[in-house]
């Protein structure tokens, strides 16, 4: 394969698709010339336009895209507190579940019977789900909270598997204006506990067990543990997904407060009249992963969420009425109700799968991409890594046709993974729409329009009305220089929390504290000559070797460029003469074996490409890398092993066994 680097354009969109795309037709609707004209019109402050630019397009947003307000708001925003209190919407009354269910299911609605939802199992068990479906159960799930005591403002805490259900249990939530604290299926006690602790969820939802390379996960057992641990959760819901479960000791039981899912959910009322909500009534409390100290919850509202994953889903990533969209996620993760939510704004059609990527084969994703005629596919570059190691064969032999765009986000891309990507799934044909933003903007401060394009592992350049710029140390913008720099935010956005749940103070600490009145994502990235931008990591991951700092992932990005490596994960180590010394852990292709010939090439590879002091002091051959569900390296489990430390909490984990391997190897 012939891979291309950074610098050069690889995708040039279809002219047809182009003339097609939503974006090109609100651009034509407002007599917008291009896409810089497009940036600025939506973030910057026009001349002779009384509303900024920001403004503009946020109101314009409402009704372009057709997003009903139950009462109008009275403003745009009041940022009269400044950006870091902005009040979006203020006046206004709203409900996502309207948005996103009720109008569809309406007797009147021509959505009323189109499929919300595809799910797949593990198994090959296949259920489709109608809006009127979905409306009748969410109807049923808000009846069920209402019978618990739960009200506006109260928490109901998500610790499901992906099963259909989940769609109902969030959209019930947002009926009754109970606040939704989703929770990864595949954290144990203590990350679960704390999930449940801090918000004080008095209701919790979850399951017997889910499906995992052909076995039974197990989960009510965990939760179990996490309600004694939290002491606050009172009525507990359980999905039935195993046959044994309702027998005697199938599952751990607690009477007065444990109750089947079928017992209450399927024999409430199907009825129920949404509540209206101010516009920034809070909808979810989604908890940033905390690699240290306590969990960050990230409090969204009805309004704010609504509006960003709409416009995400309308123009980057061209939704249309046939479109069947399937991202890789977990309900506990951003991109979950992201996926759902953008979506079934537009009453489109989400795929839904349980289990794991390459069960009972390799070609597990592209037998159902072909399969479910699925249109759009988002996953991360590592699970990309983890696939492409399988061999061209296992996604050549498919017919994945049927792909208009393809996505990815969560870390940075290597050139020649992005170009496996976008030739052996996408054809060559299908733009790869990475994206970058974070459980904080529930969207993207970063975002290819499908209209541009491409380089590699480029993520384009700032969302639609999203201000977004690149700074140095002192706040100095830098991107026109093409320089490094910190991603940083100028301006609020619907979606922005609205602050943190445990206080101000941690918010405007984490933050609004680098500089003045800027927010600091706190990741390295540059715009170069031709415009794109491009992240490099984590700026607070950067390893600083005698003096000299680099990100893991450009020492990463230069091991997987040589032939042998498949992935790579690169740590930070203390060192007597550098004060920090980089070690690699690579994972090899196959065909490949581990020698120490290949360990001094590979050391040699990054002291050519980033300099002598940052070659690696070590590189560690292993199997495979600790990753979570969603497929990304838990890097910080790497360091933890090779420093002889403690792991911490590694209940994300998808594969603990990757840890005994990391011991041996270090």
């Given at each position: 394969?012939?891979?291309?680097?950074?610098?050069?354009?690889?995708?040039?969109?279809?002219?047809?698709?182009?003339?097609?795309?939503?974006?090109?037709?609100?651009?034509?609707?407002?007599?917008?010339?291009?896409?810089?004209?497009?940036?600025?019109?939506?973030?910057?402050?026009?001349?002779?336009?009384?509303?900024?630019?920001?403004?503009?397009?946020?109101?314009?947003?409402?009704?372009?895209?057709?997003?009903?307000?139950?009462?109008?708001?009275?403003?745009?925003?009041?940022?009269?507190?400044?950006?870091?209190?902005?009040?979006?919407?203020?006046?206004?009354?709203?409900?996502?579940?309207?948005?996103?269910?009720?109008?569809?299911?309406?007797?009147?609605?021509?959505?009323?019977?189109?499929?919300?939802?595809?799910?797949?199992?593990?198994?090959?068990?296949?259920?489709?789900?109608?809006?009127?479906?979905?409306?009748?159960?969410?109807?049923?799930?808000?009846?069920?909270?209402?019978?618990?005591?739960?009200?506006?403002?109260?928490?109901?805490?998500?610790?499901?598997?992906?099963?259909?259900?989940?769609?109902?249990?969030?959209?019930?939530?947002?009926?009754?204006?109970?606040?939704?604290?989703?929770?990864?299926?595949?954290?144990?006690?203590?990350?679960?506990?704390?999930?449940?602790?801090?918000?004080?969820?008095?209701?919790?939802?979850?399951?017997?067990?889910?499906?995992?390379?052909?076995?039974?996960?197990?989960?009510?057992?965990?939760?179990?543990?996490?309600?004694?641990?939290?002491?606050?959760?009172?009525?507990?819901?359980?999905?039935?997904?195993?046959?044994?479960?309702?027998?005697?000791?199938?599952?751990?039981?607690?009477?007065?407060?444990?109750?089947?899912?079928?017992?209450?959910?399927?024999?409430?009322?199907?009825?129920?009249?949404?509540?209206?909500?101010?516009?920034?009534?809070?909808?979810?409390?989604?908890?940033?992963?905390?690699?240290?100290?306590?969990?960050?919850?990230?409090?969204?509202?009805?309004?704010?969420?609504?509006?960003?994953?709409?416009?995400?889903?309308?123009?980057?990533?061209?939704?249309?009425?046939?479109?069947?969209?399937?991202?890789?996620?977990?309900?506990?993760?951003?991109?979950?109700?992201?996926?759902?939510?953008?979506?079934?704004?537009?009453?489109?059609?989400?795929?839904?799968?349980?289990?794991?990527?390459?069960?009972?084969?390799?070609?597990?994703?592209?037998?159902?991409?072909?399969?479910?005629?699925?249109?759009?596919?988002?996953?991360?570059?590592?699970?990309?890594?983890?696939?492409?190691?399988?061999?061209?064969?296992?996604?050549?032999?498919?017919?994945?046709?049927?792909?208009?765009?393809?996505?990815?986000?969560?870390?940075?891309?290597?050139?020649?993974?992005w170009q496996w990507f976008y030739e052996h799934v996408g054809g060559g044909e299908a733009p790869?729409?990475?994206?970058?933003?974070?459980?904080?903007?529930?969207?993207?401060?970063?975002?290819?329009?499908?209209?541009?394009?491409?380089?590699?592992?480029?993520?384009?350049?700032?969302?639609?009305?999203?201000?977004?710029?690149?700074?140095?140390?002192?706040?100095?913008?830098?991107?026109?220089?093409?320089?490094?720099?910190?991603?940083?935010?100028?301006?609020?956005?619907?979606?922005?929390?609205?602050?943190?749940?445990?206080?101000?103070?941690?918010?405007?600490?984490?933050?609004?504290?680098?500089?003045?009145?800027?927010?600091?994502?706190?990741?390295?990235?540059?715009?170069?000559?031709?415009?794109?931008?491009?992240?490099?990591?984590?700026?607070?991951?950067?390893?600083?070797?005698?003096?000299?700092?680099?990100?893991?992932?450009?020492?990463?990005?230069?091991?997987?460029?040589?032939?042998?490596?498949?992935?790579?994960?690169?740590?930070?180590?203390?060192?007597?003469?550098?004060?920090?010394?980089?070690?690699?852990?690579?994972?090899?292709?196959?065909?490949?074996?581990?020698?120490?010939?290949?360990?001094?090439?590979?050391?040699?590879?990054?002291?050519?490409?980033?300099?002598?002091?940052?070659?690696?002091?070590?590189?560690?051959?292993?199997?495979?890398?600790?990753?979570?569900?969603?497929?990304?390296?838990?890097?910080?489990?790497?360091?933890?092993?090779?420093?002889?430390?403690?792991?911490?909490?590694?209940?994300?984990?998808?594969?603990?066994?990757?840890?005994?391997?990391?011991?041996?190897?270090?």
């Open positions: 394969m012939n891979v291309p680097d950074t610098d050069t354009v690889v995708h040039e969109p279809d002219p047809a698709f182009v003339e097609d795309a939503n974006v090109t037709q609100f651009m034509r609707e407002y007599d917008i010339a291009d896409y810089d004209e497009l940036i600025e019109r939506t973030t910057s402050d026009i001349p002779g336009v009384s509303a900024s630019g920001v403004d503009w397009f946020w109101d314009e947003l409402t009704d372009y895209l057709d997003i009903e307000f139950y009462e109008e708001y009275d403003a745009v925003r009041d940022d009269s507190e400044g950006p870091q209190f902005t009040d979006w919407y203020p006046g206004g009354e709203i409900n996502l579940a309207h948005n996103v269910l009720d109008r569809h299911a309406a007797v009147e609605s021509p959505n009323r019977n189109r499929v919300a939802c595809i799910w797949e199992g593990e198994d090959g068990e296949v259920v489709q789900q109608t809006y009127h479906d979905l409306y009748r159960e969410a109807n049923r799930v808000a009846n069920v909270l209402e019978s618990y005591g739960v009200g506006t403002g109260d928490t109901v805490g998500l610790y499901m598997p992906m099963v259909p259900e989940v769609i109902s249990i969030l959209y019930g939530c947002f009926k009754v204006g109970a606040i939704a604290v989703p929770i990864f299926s595949g954290f144990g006690v203590d990350a679960t506990a704390t999930r449940l602790e801090d918000p004080e969820c008095s209701v919790l939802f979850t399951a017997d067990g889910f499906y995992r390379r052909g076995s039974e996960v197990r989960l009510k057992a965990t939760a179990d543990e996490a309600i004694e641990e939290a002491g606050c959760v009172e009525n507990v819901v359980v999905y039935q997904r195993f046959e044994d479960s309702n027998e005697d000791g199938g599952v751990p039981w607690t009477d007065g407060r444990d109750e089947w899912w079928d017992d209450v959910v399927a024999s409430a009322d199907p009825e129920y009249e949404t509540k209206h909500l101010p516009s920034d009534a809070e909808s979810m409390l989604l908890y940033s992963s905390g690699t240290t100290g306590k969990p960050k919850g990230i409090v969204h509202t009805h309004a704010g969420v609504q509006m960003q994953t709409a416009k995400e889903i309308h123009f980057g990533f061209d939704q249309k009425p046939e479109d069947r969209f399937f991202w890789v996620s977990d309900i506990g993760w951003m991109m979950g109700p992201w996926t759902l939510i953008g979506n079934h704004t537009f009453a489109g059609t989400i795929f839904m799968y349980e289990g794991a990527p390459d069960y009972p084969e390799p070609d597990r994703f592209w037998e159902m991409i072909e399969r479910h005629r699925i249109t759009t596919f988002g996953i991360s570059p590592t699970a990309i890594r983890a696939l492409r190691k399988y061999g061209d064969e296992a996604v050549d032999k498919h017919d994945l046709s049927s792909l208009r765009l393809l996505g990815s986000t969560g870390e940075p891309w290597d050139p020649e993974s790869i729409i990475n994206i970058s933003g974070g459980t904080e903007i529930c969207g993207c401060f970063l975002m290819p329009m499908p209209t541009q394009p491409l380089k590699p592992c480029s993520l384009g350049g700032p969302g639609l009305g999203m201000d977004i710029d690149i700074v140095d140390s002192t706040g100095e913008s830098i991107a026109d220089t093409h320089e490094r720099g910190f991603l940083v935010a100028r301006d609020s956005c619907p979606s922005m929390t609205k602050s943190l749940w445990s206080g101000n103070e941690r918010y405007l600490d984490t933050y609004w504290s680098s500089w003045d009145d800027l927010w600091d994502h706190g990741d390295w990235a540059q715009k170069d000559e031709d415009g794109f931008w491009f992240l490099h990591g984590r700026a607070d991951d950067a390893l600083n070797v005698a003096g000299r700092k680099v990100g893991p992932a450009e020492v990463e990005g230069a091991l997987i460029e040589h032939d042998a490596v498949n992935q790579a994960a690169a740590v930070g180590a203390d060192d007597e003469t550098t004060g920090t010394a980089v070690v690699a852990y690579v994972v090899l292709e196959d065909g490949f074996e581990a020698s120490d010939d290949l360990r001094e090439e590979l050391r040699g590879v990054v002291g050519e490409e980033l300099g002598k002091p940052f070659r690696p002091r070590e590189v560690l051959f292993v199997d495979e890398f600790p990753k979570t569900q969603s497929g990304k390296i838990i890097r910080r489990a790497i360091a933890s092993i090779y420093a002889g430390e403690a792991l911490g909490d590694m209940s994300s984990i998808e594969n603990p066994e990757a840890l005994e391997k990391l011991e041996q190897a270090s």
